[in-house]
């Protein structure tokens, strides 16, 4: 049993970083069906139920200082790659598509917490909540919106379980309807949606090189962020689900837009330092965790998909209003669902011009999902659906 912090750190910077490296070299399956951060959460959570380590003041210490001290600087490497100067030269007309997808997925899931409750244990809004800022923005929003509303060690691997297969059915689906397209617009009476030129590359795509220099001053750039968003969450004040940690979160999103307004969006490496800080918080949380109450995941996978199956209904309801075509659709949806990593490849598989439009509304997602997942939370309690 591992009972030296430095030990058990040592461990969780392994697990963190073992996935992610062999993805990035073993041309795998496996990897294209489970995400390699999902692979980690699995292993930790497995060494953890396994007994490797126990719940010492030692080692609840690393887990909360690492927890405390890293989603901060998560979020802000994630939300300063976004310029929205950007992305409001997109149009009116991409605009309300994603506002469209990010509004029926948030409205699908308070459906599905609806159907579902019953047979959900009391808490699960909080994991619905985490689900719901994830399929916003991604893994990041959903682990910081879960670490924000005090989501359980279980209710998280029911998000992220939740997640990656209702994830991979969708991708699935949005990439069988692209042949689809010429007959989908005829029966909109939508015109196809022309190339983006109203993109800033360096705003879209960090290509150079990262050197070490960048990644220190990404962390510290990220720490102060945090260390002054946490100051100021201090004297705000809470109630409810707005918490010190919501306040924090939603602080430090609006110091990294901010910051992606000025030149440091052109700085190297803030894509790398939100992949790391994101597998290392991920295998923290893990490291809390168990196997207990995986019985309730076919019900989270069951609402997730109800979300899902309002969210493509509604979709199909604003492609008429608005003259949306099939291509503008797809891309918003997966924007928010999948993000940066498969928007792009979905809007390519319609028209290569389009994969910067998948780029930026991926980074719009992750700029909102934090502040929707939030809001989310708090209407599933307004309503008296969330038990608190």
């Not at 099939?326 to 809007?347: D, K, Q, R, T, Y």
Request: net charge neutral; glycine share 10%; with cysteine.
């Amino acid at each position: 049993m591992i009972e030296s912090p430095s030990l058990f750190a040592a461990v969780l910077l392994l697990v963190a970083g073992l996935f992610p490296a062999l993805a990035a070299r073993v041309p795998l399956r496996l990897f294209e069906v489970v995400p390699p951060i999902v692979l980690s959460y699995v292993v930790a959570t497995a060494l953890a139920v396994a007994g490797c380590w126990r719940a010492s003041p030692e080692i609840v210490a690393v887990q909360d200082m690492t927890l405390t001290s890293l989603m901060p600087p998560l979020v802000f490497a994630l939300v300063v790659r976004c310029d929205l100067r950007a992305v409001a030269a997109l149009g009116p007309r991409v605009l309300v598509a994603f506002a469209c997808a990010t509004a029926s997925i948030l409205g699908g899931i308070v459906i599905a917490w609806a159907v579902w409750r019953p047979w959900l244990p009391a808490e699960a809004w909080r994991g619905l909540a985490s689900v719901g800022a994830g399929w916003v923005g991604g893994t990041a929003n959903l682990v910081a919106v879960s670490d924000a509303v005090d989501a359980s060690p279980e209710l998280v691997s029911m998000a992220l379980i939740t997640d990656t297969v209702c994830y991979t059915i969708w991708v699935l689906t949005l990439f069988g309807t692209v042949p689809l397209a010429s007959r989908f617009n005829a029966w909109m009476g939508a015109a196809a949606i022309g190339p983006t030129a109203a993109t800033d590359d360096d705003a879209v795509v960090a290509s150079a090189p990262t050197a070490p220099g960048d990644v220190l001053l990404w962390l510290a750039l990220g720490l102060l962020a945090g260390a002054g968003a946490q100051a100021m969450a201090a004297h705000l004040p809470t109630g409810g689900v707005l918490s010190a940690k919501s306040w924090t979160l939603l602080l430090v999103t609006l110091a990294g837009i901010l910051a992606a307004l000025t030149p440091l969006r052109r700085l190297p490496g803030a894509d790398a330092v939100a992949a790391a800080l994101l597998a290392v918080v991920v295998v923290t949380m893990a490291s809390q965790g168990s196997f207990a109450g995986m019985a309730q995941a076919p019900v989270f996978i069951l609402a997730g998909l109800t979300a899902l199956a309002v969210h493509a209904l509604a979709m199909v309801l604003a492609a008429r209003v608005f003259r949306l075509d099939l291509a503008l659709c797809g891309i918003a949806s997966l924007a928010n669902v999948g993000g940066v990593g498969s928007a792009p490849l979905l809007a390519a598989a319609h028209a290569p011009a389009l994969a910067p439009l998948g780029v930026l509304l991926a980074l719009l997602g992750y700029v909102v999902g934090t502040a929707a997942g939030l809001a989310l939370a708090r209407v599933l309690v307004a309503i008296g659906l969330g038990g608190a």
